[in-house]
């Protein structure tokens, strides 16, 4: 009966140890999961802002674009004068 006792003593503390190293390594993934999770976030915004400064900037150059055929025609104008 004593060495029942002490097999399951034995089956019980190493349970106790997986079940510690498996919370530990649980804690230590949720940790890494969430710090991905505030990357991606701050990617995600800085992602946003550069389509944002692109979208501008393509609007600024249709724009300049724009003036600089008007001004050529002017000048083409002037010329023929």
Do not use: C, P, W
Request: glycine residues 2%; aromatic residues 2%.
């Amino acid at each position: 009966m004593l060495n029942v006792n002490r097999v399951f003593y034995r089956a019980e503390s190493v349970s106790m140890r997986i079940e510690s190293t498996i919370n530990a390594e649980n804690q230590l993934l949720r940790d890494q999961l969430s710090r991905e999770r505030g990357l991606r976030k701050q990617i995600e915004a800085d992602k946003h802002e550069l389509q944002s400064q692109l979208l501008e900037s393509k609007d600024r150059l249709h724009h300049l674009n724009s003036s600089l055929k008007q001004k050529d025609s002017l000048m083409k104008k002037l010329d023929q004068v």
